[in-house]
Protein backbone atom coordinates (compact mmCIF):
# COMPACT_ATOMS: atom_id res chain seq x y z
CA UNK A 1 0.00 0.00 0.00
CA UNK A 2 1.52 3.63 -0.61
CA UNK A 3 1.98 5.76 1.90
CA UNK A 4 -0.77 7.77 3.84
CA UNK A 5 -0.33 11.23 3.13
CA UNK A 6 -2.57 14.15 3.66
CA UNK A 7 -4.15 17.27 1.57
CA UNK A 8 -1.18 19.08 2.41
CA UNK A 9 1.06 16.54 0.71
CA UNK A 10 -1.39 15.38 -2.59
CA UNK A 11 -3.48 13.00 -0.68
CA UNK A 12 -6.65 12.16 1.27
CA UNK A 13 -8.02 14.25 4.70
CA UNK A 14 -6.71 11.98 7.56
CA UNK A 15 -10.72 11.89 7.87
CA UNK A 16 -11.30 10.40 4.55
CA UNK A 17 -9.20 7.79 5.88
CA UNK A 18 -10.41 7.30 9.36
CA UNK A 19 -13.63 6.79 7.63
CA UNK A 20 -12.88 4.42 4.89
CA UNK A 21 -10.81 2.04 8.01
CA UNK A 22 -13.82 2.22 10.16
CA UNK A 23 -15.98 0.62 6.90
CA UNK A 24 -13.19 -1.93 6.23
CA UNK A 25 -13.37 -2.78 9.78
CA UNK A 26 -17.09 -3.00 10.17
CA UNK A 27 -16.77 -5.87 7.56
CA UNK A 28 -14.70 -8.19 10.05
CA UNK A 29 -15.46 -6.93 13.30
CA UNK A 30 -19.11 -5.84 13.70
CA UNK A 31 -21.68 -8.38 14.17
CA UNK A 32 -24.64 -8.40 13.30
CA UNK A 33 -23.51 -6.43 9.96
CA UNK A 34 -25.39 -3.16 9.10
CA UNK A 35 -23.42 -2.20 5.96
CA UNK A 36 -22.17 -4.51 3.43
CA UNK A 37 -18.91 -2.84 1.52
CA UNK A 38 -16.87 -5.66 -0.12
CA UNK A 39 -14.77 -3.12 -1.68
CA UNK A 40 -13.77 -1.03 1.41
CA UNK A 41 -10.44 -3.21 2.58
CA UNK A 42 -9.40 -3.68 -0.80
CA UNK A 43 -9.47 0.33 -1.96
CA UNK A 44 -7.22 0.85 1.19
CA UNK A 45 -4.79 -1.95 -0.13
CA UNK A 46 -5.70 -5.13 1.98
CA UNK A 47 -7.73 -8.11 1.72
CA UNK A 48 -10.02 -8.12 4.72
CA UNK A 49 -8.17 -10.75 6.64
CA UNK A 50 -5.05 -8.70 6.37
CA UNK A 51 -5.97 -5.19 7.57
CA UNK A 52 -3.96 -4.73 10.78
CA UNK A 53 -5.08 -5.49 14.34
CA UNK A 54 -7.26 -3.50 16.19
CA UNK A 55 -5.43 -1.68 18.91
CA UNK A 56 -2.05 -1.61 17.03
CA UNK A 57 0.09 1.15 16.87
CA UNK A 58 -1.06 1.25 13.30
CA UNK A 59 -4.41 1.27 14.02
CA UNK A 60 -4.38 3.95 17.03
CA UNK A 61 -2.59 6.22 14.87
CA UNK A 62 -5.95 6.54 12.78
CA UNK A 63 -8.27 7.78 16.14
CA UNK A 64 -11.34 6.12 18.00
CA UNK A 65 -13.09 5.87 15.26
CA UNK A 66 -11.15 2.85 14.04
CA UNK A 67 -11.02 1.11 17.56
CA UNK A 68 -14.57 2.63 19.36
CA UNK A 69 -16.74 0.40 18.22
CA UNK A 70 -20.44 2.69 18.77
CA UNK A 71 -18.41 5.21 16.08
CA UNK A 72 -17.59 2.34 13.65
CA UNK A 73 -21.17 1.29 13.66
CA UNK A 74 -21.97 5.11 13.10
CA UNK A 75 -19.93 5.21 9.94
CA UNK A 76 -22.05 2.10 9.17
CA UNK A 77 -25.34 3.07 10.12
CA UNK A 78 -24.53 6.29 7.87
CA UNK A 79 -23.42 4.61 4.85
CA UNK A 80 -26.37 2.15 4.72
CA UNK A 81 -28.93 5.00 5.46
CA UNK A 82 -27.76 7.36 2.44
CA UNK A 83 -27.39 4.11 0.21
CA UNK A 84 -31.16 3.00 1.40
CA UNK A 85 -32.25 6.72 0.38
CA UNK A 86 -30.70 6.28 -2.33
CA UNK A 87 -31.68 3.31 -3.51
CA UNK A 88 -35.68 4.48 -2.67
CA UNK A 89 -34.90 7.16 -5.31
CA UNK A 90 -33.76 4.92 -7.46
CA UNK A 91 -37.46 2.74 -7.52
CA UNK A 92 -39.08 6.13 -7.64
CA UNK A 93 -37.35 7.25 -10.74
CA UNK A 94 -34.19 9.39 -10.11
CA UNK A 95 -31.23 8.71 -12.20
CA UNK A 96 -28.47 11.06 -10.39
CA UNK A 97 -27.03 11.17 -7.36
CA UNK A 98 -23.67 13.64 -6.29
CA UNK A 99 -21.58 12.41 -3.62
CA UNK A 100 -20.34 15.26 -2.29
CA UNK A 101 -16.82 15.28 -0.49
CA UNK A 102 -16.34 11.59 -1.66
CA UNK A 103 -13.52 10.09 0.01
CA UNK A 104 -12.92 6.68 -0.06
CA UNK A 105 -16.63 5.73 -0.92
CA UNK A 106 -17.47 2.94 -3.10
CA UNK A 107 -21.14 2.97 -3.57
CA UNK A 108 -20.50 4.03 -7.04
CA UNK A 109 -18.04 1.21 -7.88
CA UNK A 110 -20.66 -1.25 -6.57
CA UNK A 111 -24.03 0.46 -8.04
CA UNK A 112 -25.92 -2.09 -9.44
CA UNK A 113 -27.88 0.63 -12.37
CA UNK A 114 -26.49 0.95 -15.71
CA UNK A 115 -29.02 3.88 -16.01
CA UNK A 116 -27.97 5.84 -12.68
CA UNK A 117 -25.49 8.18 -12.89
CA UNK A 118 -22.67 9.19 -9.81
CA UNK A 119 -21.33 11.94 -9.70
CA UNK A 120 -18.27 12.04 -7.07
CA UNK A 121 -17.10 15.73 -6.23
CA UNK A 122 -13.80 16.10 -4.22
CA UNK A 123 -10.56 18.08 -3.29
CA UNK A 124 -8.47 17.31 -6.16
CA UNK A 125 -6.11 16.32 -4.23
CA UNK A 126 -7.96 13.58 -2.80
CA UNK A 127 -9.63 12.80 -5.54
CA UNK A 128 -6.36 12.13 -7.07
CA UNK A 129 -5.52 10.26 -4.78
CA UNK A 130 -8.35 7.97 -4.75
CA UNK A 131 -7.98 7.30 -8.59
CA UNK A 132 -4.25 5.89 -8.35
CA UNK A 133 -5.43 3.48 -5.46
CA UNK A 134 -8.36 2.13 -7.64
CA UNK A 135 -5.57 1.86 -10.26
CA UNK A 136 -3.44 0.25 -8.24
CA UNK A 137 -5.93 -2.35 -6.83
CA UNK A 138 -7.74 -3.14 -9.83
CA UNK A 139 -11.11 -1.83 -9.45
CA UNK A 140 -12.71 -0.56 -12.18
CA UNK A 141 -14.44 3.20 -12.46
CA UNK A 142 -17.72 2.51 -14.31
CA UNK A 143 -19.04 4.55 -17.52
CA UNK A 144 -21.82 5.36 -15.07
CA UNK A 145 -19.09 7.41 -12.60
CA UNK A 146 -18.21 10.74 -13.37
CA UNK A 147 -15.02 12.61 -11.29
CA UNK A 148 -15.58 15.91 -10.17
CA UNK A 149 -12.61 17.55 -8.59
CA UNK A 150 -13.28 20.88 -6.98
CA UNK A 151 -11.42 23.31 -5.08
CA UNK A 152 -13.60 25.78 -3.52
CA UNK A 153 -10.98 28.22 -2.34
CA UNK A 154 -11.54 28.78 -6.78
CA UNK A 155 -14.35 26.77 -8.28
CA UNK A 156 -17.75 26.54 -7.12
CA UNK A 157 -19.71 23.22 -7.42
CA UNK A 158 -22.55 24.57 -9.77
CA UNK A 159 -20.28 25.38 -12.34
CA UNK A 160 -18.21 22.41 -12.01
CA UNK A 161 -21.00 19.68 -11.61
CA UNK A 162 -22.88 21.38 -14.68
CA UNK A 163 -19.52 20.98 -16.87
CA UNK A 164 -19.30 17.35 -15.91
CA UNK A 165 -22.94 16.58 -17.45
CA UNK A 166 -24.95 16.88 -14.06
CA UNK A 167 -28.86 18.13 -15.28
CA UNK A 168 -30.17 20.48 -13.34
CA UNK A 169 -33.95 20.19 -14.34
CA UNK A 170 -33.74 16.40 -13.46
CA UNK A 171 -34.68 14.24 -9.72
CA UNK A 172 -31.63 13.70 -7.85
CA UNK A 173 -30.43 12.53 -4.96
CA UNK A 174 -27.13 14.36 -2.90
CA UNK A 175 -25.29 12.17 -0.40
CA UNK A 176 -22.79 14.53 1.83
CA UNK A 177 -21.46 12.22 5.23
CA UNK A 178 -18.80 13.79 7.16
CA UNK A 179 -18.67 17.23 5.67
CA UNK A 180 -21.02 19.89 7.04
CA UNK A 181 -19.00 19.82 10.04
CA UNK A 182 -16.04 21.68 8.74
CA UNK A 183 -17.73 23.96 6.78
CA UNK A 184 -18.48 27.61 8.12
CA UNK A 185 -22.33 28.03 8.61
CA UNK A 186 -22.38 30.27 5.30
CA UNK A 187 -20.54 27.76 3.34
CA UNK A 188 -23.08 25.05 4.36
CA UNK A 189 -26.23 27.14 3.71
CA UNK A 190 -25.12 28.30 0.26
CA UNK A 191 -24.29 24.50 -0.75
CA UNK A 192 -28.12 23.57 0.91
CA UNK A 193 -29.24 26.73 -1.53
CA UNK A 194 -28.08 25.08 -4.61
CA UNK A 195 -29.08 21.77 -3.98
CA UNK A 196 -32.71 23.41 -3.14
CA UNK A 197 -32.73 25.11 -6.65
CA UNK A 198 -32.59 21.95 -8.32
CA UNK A 199 -35.59 22.57 -10.85
CA UNK A 200 -36.78 18.95 -10.41
CA UNK A 201 -37.52 17.05 -7.07
CA UNK A 202 -34.26 17.04 -4.81
CA UNK A 203 -33.25 14.91 -1.62
CA UNK A 204 -30.32 15.36 0.60
CA UNK A 205 -28.75 13.56 3.26
CA UNK A 206 -26.60 14.52 5.67
CA UNK A 207 -25.13 14.48 8.83
CA UNK A 208 -24.78 17.15 11.73
CA UNK A 209 -22.91 18.39 14.97
CA UNK A 210 -25.63 19.43 17.14
CA UNK A 211 -25.11 22.45 19.40
CA UNK A 212 -23.74 21.50 22.72
CA UNK A 213 -26.70 21.31 25.93
CA UNK A 214 -24.81 20.56 28.79
CA UNK A 215 -21.70 21.37 30.32
CA UNK A 216 -20.25 17.81 29.31
CA UNK A 217 -21.25 18.05 26.28
CA UNK A 218 -19.58 21.29 25.60
CA UNK A 219 -16.09 19.78 27.07
CA UNK A 220 -16.47 17.07 25.06
CA UNK A 221 -16.73 19.70 22.04
CA UNK A 222 -14.03 21.77 23.01
CA UNK A 223 -11.81 19.06 23.28
CA UNK A 224 -12.79 17.52 19.93
CA UNK A 225 -12.25 20.29 18.07
CA UNK A 226 -9.01 21.65 19.89
CA UNK A 227 -8.13 17.76 18.99
CA UNK A 228 -9.14 18.04 15.00
CA UNK A 229 -7.81 21.45 14.85
CA UNK A 230 -4.04 20.08 15.68
CA UNK A 231 -4.23 17.86 12.77
CA UNK A 232 -5.48 20.51 10.28
CA UNK A 233 -9.02 19.86 9.85
CA UNK A 234 -10.89 22.20 11.98
CA UNK A 235 -14.55 22.36 13.24
CA UNK A 236 -16.65 25.56 12.01
CA UNK A 237 -20.57 24.20 12.25
CA UNK A 238 -23.12 23.06 14.95
CA UNK A 239 -26.67 23.85 14.96
CA UNK A 240 -30.07 23.04 16.90
CA UNK A 241 -32.35 20.33 15.27
CA UNK A 242 -35.17 22.95 15.38
CA UNK A 243 -32.55 25.70 13.93
CA UNK A 244 -31.05 23.09 10.69
CA UNK A 245 -35.19 22.16 10.13
CA UNK A 246 -36.11 26.26 9.50
CA UNK A 247 -33.39 26.61 7.59
CA UNK A 248 -33.95 24.33 5.31
CA UNK A 249 -37.94 25.28 5.01
CA UNK A 250 -36.81 28.16 4.41
CA UNK A 251 -35.07 27.07 1.14
CA UNK A 252 -37.64 25.30 0.08
CA UNK A 253 -37.38 21.54 1.64
CA UNK A 254 -41.06 20.50 2.65
CA UNK A 255 -39.92 17.01 4.49
CA UNK A 256 -37.53 17.10 6.90
CA UNK A 257 -36.57 14.39 9.01
CA UNK A 258 -33.77 13.74 11.86
CA UNK A 259 -32.20 11.69 14.40
CA UNK A 260 -29.70 10.87 16.54
CA UNK A 261 -26.40 8.95 15.79
CA UNK A 262 -27.54 6.70 18.96
CA UNK A 263 -31.19 6.13 17.32
CA UNK A 264 -29.99 5.39 14.05
CA UNK A 265 -27.72 2.24 14.59
CA UNK A 266 -30.42 1.39 17.10
CA UNK A 267 -32.90 1.71 14.22
CA UNK A 268 -30.63 -1.03 12.37
CA UNK A 269 -29.57 -2.74 15.44
CA UNK A 270 -33.26 -3.30 17.19
CA UNK A 271 -32.47 -1.10 20.20
CA UNK A 272 -30.13 0.34 22.43
CA UNK A 273 -28.04 -3.01 23.52
CA UNK A 274 -26.44 -3.13 20.72
CA UNK A 275 -23.85 -0.56 22.33
CA UNK A 276 -22.86 -3.26 25.42
CA UNK A 277 -23.63 -0.08 27.66
CA UNK A 278 -23.72 3.89 26.89
CA UNK A 279 -23.16 5.46 23.73
CA UNK A 280 -19.65 6.81 22.85
CA UNK A 281 -19.27 10.63 23.75
CA UNK A 282 -18.29 10.89 20.20
CA UNK A 283 -22.17 10.23 19.01
CA UNK A 284 -23.92 12.25 21.64
CA UNK A 285 -24.27 14.90 19.43
CA UNK A 286 -24.16 13.85 16.19
CA UNK A 287 -27.50 13.89 13.94
CA UNK A 288 -28.41 12.37 10.62
CA UNK A 289 -30.95 14.64 8.85
CA UNK A 290 -32.81 13.81 4.99
CA UNK A 291 -34.66 16.03 3.68
CA UNK A 292 -36.82 16.46 0.71
CA UNK A 293 -38.37 19.03 -1.79
CA UNK A 294 -41.30 18.75 -4.85
CA UNK A 295 -42.84 15.59 -4.99
CA UNK A 296 -41.99 12.88 -2.89
CA UNK A 297 -38.79 10.99 -3.79
CA UNK A 298 -38.01 9.02 -0.76
CA UNK A 299 -39.64 7.28 2.27
CA UNK A 300 -39.12 7.28 5.79
CA UNK A 301 -36.87 4.78 7.37
CA UNK A 302 -38.05 5.31 10.85
CA UNK A 303 -36.05 8.78 11.52
CA UNK A 304 -37.81 11.58 13.09
CA UNK A 305 -40.00 14.40 11.57
CA UNK A 306 -39.08 17.29 12.64
CA UNK A 307 -42.31 19.41 13.58
CA UNK A 308 -42.61 22.59 11.27
CA UNK A 309 -41.21 25.67 13.71
Known amino acids: MSSVVNMENGGPSRTALVTAYARAYHQIADRPQIFTDPLAARLLGYAAEELPSLGTAATDRLGGAVT ?98 FSRTDPAVFVWLGVVYYLTPDAAHATLAYIAGQAQP ?64 AGYLGGSAAFEGEPSPALHTIRMLRAKSGVEIGSSYGIREVPPV
Do not use: M
Open 68 to 165: DRPRRLFFASRARFAEDTVATAVAAGVRQVVILGAGLDTFAYRNPRRDLRVFEVDHPATQAWKRERLATTGIDSPETLTFVPVDFETQTLATELESAG
Open 202 to 265: VEVVFDYLRSATTEAERAYQRARADRLAGVGEPLFSYFTPDGIAAQLRALGFTGVEDCSAPDLI
